[in-house]
């Protein structure tokens, strides 16, 4: 008996655990209709917020589906790390088989290499399945959900450009502040980045902060030619040979070399400097993302002894805004254990986090978004006075203003956005002329597109 | 007696038996799995599965041959070994003797040398890029102080940015070529210097006939994994410039890694790495080969 025991027992704890852990690591669909009204599920949904982890609306939405019936039976973990380098890892953990079931992809370059590269799930059946309408839903956003024609992410955050400026910096060089309605040229922008320069060595004031994205030179070249989908001609080749690629250029080059108003790009990168730099008190100007109203409302983290003003991001000519940005998304990895369960976390947590966002714009157009830059434009105000969210939010959602895709978009855009990195680089470090650098991304960029 | 002999392989054998199979399945295994991926067009998510990697002959290998950042890297990587580890070598021979001699604070100096090896990548290449900044760094100071009028761009410029990987090369492991060199110092019997000054050596002749010759099996040890490891370079490179300014120092490790985790293609990035395994094989065959000319044990 005690033999009998001492085999069967141990067997029992075995299939016991091994039922158990299969148990915990799946899940189950229960009464699931195909209007996906009253269906609920269970089982566990690991979300990887990435990127969208800055936005303190994403955990209220989390939140707010853990209250639903419809989740009740579920188990979320959330992956909040923040580790800049988790876009690198997370293929790598799903090539390993962990459990991640949502993603967030918060620059389209990633998407199209991760579905290139197989790691995430077309979304398509499921769209079908809950006749999600995405150009309805997901208005002018619905269009980076898409990846080689097929739908891969839930549009989450929308990333909406300004330009913000030290006014302590405007006010000693004896300079106007910008306009908040009417925005100034690039020729202008540069111009004036020249005026609020001054001194020399470590205290030395710049004009302005660029960083070494590229967006911050050729930014300025698809905004006039209409959006990163510019960077292929019609027939899908290059179309860096448009003037108007060498036009931004030799402006950012001036900037960098001839006006010194802003650091050169190889001293930014050696230095690792970053966004929050602006913070610091030794640039005029910078323009970037909504993102930097986080850093303005949070004088804790991000202190500074100066009052910012914000206003429309300069544009090629006319009066008219004009706005570049992308949209991040939400999407399923191949080891999503329920897709079902997973994409109707993604379309509701987009909804539940438009409803509550207030640092930045989030895609779903059938909820009313009331909060938005309300909470943390009055938080901002407490210290810059003359910024109100009626202003914040004419620059930001002026719905006349012209929008544009800040990244390349077409074939291969991670590859050919190297190319051009890498030419770039060596212009700026005056080591390349600039005809050769363009011909170079002409013959390199062709390449890899092919 | 055969019977103990069989008994005592037999205790060898279960007591080396942890580390065989940790190398058989973290080293042999991998490698070998290596080159079965390294023939194929391989879906680093379904693997076999659904015949979802294909058989494609030789064609990663003709890729990587084709692959302008692992060619850049490969001569990157030679110039390193080339240029830098004999440097090395021959400034950790020099500190070590003087470290050898009874010189003042000889404890802290060798303590000092040998930091930068135990300190992270990432923090000592962060000070490394402040002190050669090209407008406010000291280095650049000091050689303006010195008039010098054509400044280096340092890791800022795509001709002196691996240069300047280089020198922190050196000086991340220059610590650790001193140490070695020290145990291998601290071998050479007195006696043959006692004999030498009595026959009336100078300290030059002494170190090129006593010192030099019976150090040459530690400078041939740190000759193969110096050699190595300026081959598979990779850390500092990704944290000081990330493979730039263009494409000026780009290595065959970061080759390898940013074509298997940034373009998710591992078959091609297993025919590199394989590619990378035999040339690292070919230089110490060739090392190990010509070291019966010098070494002497």
Known sequence: MKKIMGRVLPAILVATMTMSMLSGCGSTTKNVNTNGSDESFSGTCVVYLMGSRHNEAVYQALDALKALDKYADVTFQINDDADETLNEKVPTYVAAGQQIDIVYNNNPLFQQSYVDGGVLLPLDEYVEKYKIDMEKQYGKYAKYAYNNGQVYGIPGAATVWGLYYNKQIFDNAGVDYPDDKIPMTWDEYSELSKKLTSGSGPDKIYGALHLTWPMYWYGQAIMALGGGEKFYKEDGTSNIQDPIFATALERTYNMMNVDKSIRTNADIATTGVEGTAFLDGHYGMMFSGTWVLNWLADKESYPRDFEVGIAPLPVDAGTTQKEWGVCGTFSLTQTAVDPELSFNVMVDLVRETTKRTSTEIYADQTVSSDLLFKETVEKISEFDKQITVDQVRSIFLNPDMIFVTEKVAGKNPSDYQTVITEETDLYFAKEQDLKTTIDNIEKRGNKVIE | ?297
């Open chain 2, 1 to 297: 007696m055969r019977k103990k002999k069989k008994k005592d392989n037999l205790t060898a054998f279960i007591f080396l038996s942890p580390s065989l199979l940790g190398f058989v399945v973290f080293m042999v295994y991998p490698f070998v799995y290596s080159i079965f991926i390294s023939f194929r067009d391989w879906n680093m998510f379904k693997g076999m599965k659904d015949g979802a990697s294909p058989f494609v002959g030789l064609s990663n290998y003709i890729e990587t041959i084709q692959n302008e950042y692992f060619r850049t890297g490969l001569i990157h990587n030679f110039s390193i070994f080339i240029i830098a580890v004999p440097l090395l070598l021959i400034l950790s021979l020099v500190v070590a003797v003087v470290l050898n001699s009874s010189i003042f604070a000889r404890g802290a100096f060798r303590t000092v040398y040998f930091l930068p090896y135990v300190t992270t990548v990432t923090a000592s290449a962060m000070v490394f890029a402040a002190i050669f900044h090209p407008e406010f760094g000291p280095i650049n100071s000091l050689l303006r102080g010195f008039g010098v009028r054509d400044l280096p761009g340092w890791l800022g410029s795509s001709k002196w940015a691996l240069p300047t990987i280089g020198i922190y090369w050196i000086w991340k492991n220059l610590g650790y070529c001193v140490l070695i060199y020290l145990s291998g110092l601290q071998g050479v019997d007195k006696t043959y210097y006692e004999a030498a000054s009595i026959d009336g050596a100078s300290a030059f002749q002494k170190f090129k006939t006593i010192t030099f010759p019976l150090v040459s099996p530690t400078t041939f040890f740190l000759l193969i994994t110096m050699g190595v490891f300026s081959l598979s370079i990779m850390a500092e490179v990704q944290v000081m410039t990330n493979g730039g300014p263009g494409k000026s120092t780009y290595t065959m490790a970061l080759a390898i890694y940013k074509q298997a985790f940034v373009d998710f293609d591992m078959g091609t990035a297993s025919s590199m790495a394989v590619i990378f395994f035999v040339i690292i094989l070919g230089i110490t065959i060739v090392q190990w080969s010509g070291q019966k000319k010098w070494v002497n044990y």
